[in-house]
C-alpha cells in the first residue's frame, strides 16, 4: 500500500527520501521477521544463535540506524525531531517489537555522548558507532520488581518518601561503586544487551529521588541474566531480568548523581515517551491500512463490505485517529527534541493517545475482519496484541496521566 499522505510541505527530499528507505527496510525487513517470529512458541528460540533476530539487528547497524540518536560529529547519523519521528513511525508500521528494541539499543551511547565526557566516549560511543554487525546492544534498565510506573513519578510527593525507594542499590568504595539489585522481567533487550543505562539507587534516604544513572558493561563479573519473558504481545522484543551481584563500576561510569537525578529522570520520559508516541502512530496506521485493504476485498451482502455505511464509519474514524496521533507525536517529538528543559506533559500527552488510539483503531480493524482477524493467517491479531502492551510499558498510561497532570498544574499560571 502506498504511503501516507505527507501533509508537511516542507519536508527536503532528503527527509522524504528517508522516509521511503526506512519503509522499504519496514515492509521487507521488520515486519516478515516479526511475524516468523512471533509464532516461535519458546522466547528462548527468538534469542537463540542461528535466529533471524541478529540478522535483523545486523541489517539495521549496516544501514547506520543504530547511530539515528547520535550526533554527526560524533558519526552518527545526526537525526532531528521530524527524522526521528519519520524513522520510528515507519518502524513502528513494519513492527513494533523491533521498533522498540532497535530503539532503546542506542539508549545507553546515547547518554555518554549527552554527558560530554570524552574517556566514556571513546570508551563506548565510538565501537558502538563502529559496529556494524549487532554487537553492541543497548537496555534501559529501569524497572524493578518491585518498581514499574511509580519510578517514573518525578517531583510527586511520593517520589521524595524515604520509606520507598528503588531495589538496585550503587555504594560508593573508594574509585568505584559496588552495585547489589535487580531489575525485572520487563528491561527490554535485557536478555541479549551488552550495556545498560542503569537507573539505580545512590541516597535511599530520599526514596526514589536519591537516584543516579550509570552506563554498565553487562560482561562484568557478578552480572546474570534472567530467562526470556513469554508474553501475549510484541514477541520479537525479548525481555527480561538482569540481576547485579557485588558488581564494581568505576566511579566515572556513574554520570548522574542524585544531585541531578530527577532532572535527567524527566529528560529521559520525555524522549522515551515521544519515541513510543512515534512507534504507535505507525502501529494505529498498519492497522487501519489492513482493514481498508481487507474491506475492498471482502464481500458480504453481495458487495465488498467497504460500501456498507456502518464500515464507512469505522473506517474513516480510524484514518482521523491516526491522522490525529501523527500530528501529536510529531509536534511532541519535534519540540523537546531540542527543549531544555522539555515539556514533558506533551511527550505524556503524544504517548498516552497514541497508544490508546493503536489499541483502539486495532481492535475496531479486527472487528472488520470478523472472524478471519482472529486466525494468525492475518496480521491483524498480531498488531492488536502488540498494541496491548503499549498502554503499559513505558509507563503505564494512568500513572503517566497523574504526572502529567502534576506538570500542566505546575506550570501553567493562572
Not at 169 to 176: E, F, K, T
Not at 186 to 205: E, Q
Request: glycine share 10%; charged share 20%.
Amino acid at each position: 500500500m502506498a504511503l501516507y499522505l505527507e501533509l508537511d510541505r516542507n519536508l527536503s527530499e532528503e527527509q522524504v527520501r528517508l522516509r521511503e528507505n526506512i519503509h522499504r527496510f519496514a515492509a521487507t525487513v521488520l515486519r516478515p521477521v516479526s511475524r516468523e517470529l512471533d509464532k516461535l512458541a519458546d522466547p528462548a528460540e527468538v534469542i537463540a544463535r542461528g535466529s533471524p533476530l541478529w540478522r535483523v539487528f545486523r541489517q539495521a547497524y549496516e544501514l547506520g540506524y543504530h547511530t539515528a540518536g547520535l550526533p554527526s560529529e560524533l558519526g552518527g547519523m545526526g537525526f532531528g525531531g521530524i527524522e526521528n519521528h519519520i524513522m520510528l513511525e515507519e518502524m513502528g508500521w513494519g513492527s513494533a517489537d523491533f521498533a522498540i528494541a532497535l530503539g532503546v539499543a542506542g539508549f545507553p551511547f546515547q547518554a555518554v555522548a549527552s554527558s560530554g565526557n570524552p574517556e566514556l566516549i571513546e570508551e563506548f560511543v565510538e565501537p558502538f558507532v563502529a559496529d556494524r554487525e549487532g554487537k553492541l546492544i543497548g537496555c534501559w534498565a529501569i524497572t524493578e520488581p518491585d518498581h514499574g510506573s511509580d519510578y517514573l513519578m518525578a517531583g510527586t510527593e511520593y517520589f521524595h518518601d524515604p520509606k520507598v525507594s528503588g531495589q538496585l542499590v550503587a555504594v560508593p568504595d573508594g574509585d568505584h561503586y559496588i552495585v547489589n539489585g535487580q531489575k525485572s522481567a520487563w528491561v527490554s533487550n535485557g536478555t541479549i544487551a551488552t550495556h545498560a543505562l542503569t537507573f539505580l539507587t545512590l541516597d535511599p534516604s530520599l526514596g526514589m529521588a536519591g537516584g543516579g544513572v550509570a552506563i554498565i558493561p553487562l560482561d562484568l563479573p557478578g552480572v546474570s541474566r534472567g530467562k526470556p519473558l513469554d508474553k501475549l504481545g510484541q514477541r520479537a522484543l525479548n525481555q527480561g531480568e538482569i540481576f547485579f551481584d557485588e558488581v564494581r563500576i568505576p566511579r566515572r561510569y556513574m554520570m548522574i548523581d542524585s544531585s541531578m537525578y530527577e532532572m535527567a529522570l524527566d529528560m529521559t520520559l520525555a524522549r522515551a515517551n515521544a519515541g513510543m508516541a512515534a512507534i504507535f502512530t505507525g502501529v494505529a496506521r498498519a492497522a487501519f491500512e489492513e482493514a481498508l485493504a481487507y474491506s475492498k476485498t471482502r464481500v458480504q451482502g453481495g458487495r465488498p463490505i467497504c460500501q456498507h455505511q456502518l464500515v464507512q464509519k469505522q473506517l474513516f474514524g480510524m484514518f482521523r485517529a491516526v491522522e490525529a496521533a501523527r500530528a501529536l507525536s510529531r509536534a511532541a517529538m519535534v519540540y523537546n527534541s531540542d527543549a531544555m528543559p522539555p515539556q514533558t506533559h506533551y511527550s505524556i500527552a503524544a504517548k498516552t493517545f497514541c497508544t490508546e488510539a493503536a489499541f483502539r483503531v486495532s481492535s475496531t480493524a479486527l472487528q472488520l475482519f470478523g472472524g478471519n482477524g482472529l486466525s494468525r493467517e492475518y496480521p491483524i491479531e498480531k498488531i492488536m496484541r502488540d498494541a496491548r502492551a503499549s498502554l503499559i510499558e513505558d509507563g503505564c498510561n494512568e500513572i503517566l496521566e497523574l504526572t502529567g497532570a502534576k506538570l500542566l498544574i505546575e506550570r501553567y499560571g493562572v
